[in-house]
């Protein structure tokens, strides 16, 4: 169902009026986890004066370590619905349990599925039975057609609207969170009608690689572009290293207006 052998044109997905995969990259903004109203909304002032729609926020937490901030759970889920509502704005969540999917339908406007879960069935079937977008990620040591494969598993189930998202494959090399495979961009593109994403954060968990990374997606045919921001990144709960501050997002995303991706 996936396969761009089944259906040659071009899936866009609608998001309260984004139009993903329609030629014009779009943009995810927004911090790691959402901590508290005041955060999240401090990003979705700064999001939505440029002008732009989506916004992202994890509520519940998939963490290496137990120990570390599992999320708001929930009450995150609020604080974006509220967030949203108040600021006009598109929000994208992580759900880690099919059990969480139908408190997802109330209150995001995008079900992220995270590198974690990529290949959690259970998850994705539960995704791919309701009306709601789904942002999937590649697993940690996913390959091409693994990924292409937990596509399809959401939309036997009847939903097609489904963001593919490269976030990094480990390798061996360390200079890097992940290894960003750049060229799955053009592979998913020519294999499948669904638009690709890639999340700079995640990739390389490199504050100082964003935007050379960001050119690279955009150059090479993504559809768009993920990337976190925090008001204060130095006491971010999570990703502290690699999120942008408010005026690191400014110079972020005016070097790539200037670049005359966006209008
Ligand atoms: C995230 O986007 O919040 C996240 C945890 O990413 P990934 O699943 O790609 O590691
Ligand atoms: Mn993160």
Known sequence: LVSRKQKPEDTIIDIKGELVGNGIPSFVFGPCAVESYEQTAAVAEVIKAKGLKL?????FKPRTSPYDFQGLGLEGLQIL??????????VISEIVSANDIEAAIDH????QIGARNMQNFDLLKAAGAVNKPVLLKRGLAATIEEFIHAAEYIMSQGNGNIILCERGIRTYEKATRNTLDISAVPILKQETHLPVM????HSTGRRDLLLPTAKAAL???ADGVMAEVHPDPSVALSDSAQQMDFKQFDEFYEEIKRLNWVT
């Open 81 to 90: 619905k509220r967030v949203a509502d108040e600021y006009g704005l598109a």
């Open 55 to 59: 916004m992202r926020g994890g509520a």
């Open 219 to 221: 150059a090479i045919g």
């Open 198 to 201: 890639v999340d700079v954060t």
């Open 108 to 111: 995001i406007d995008v079900i």
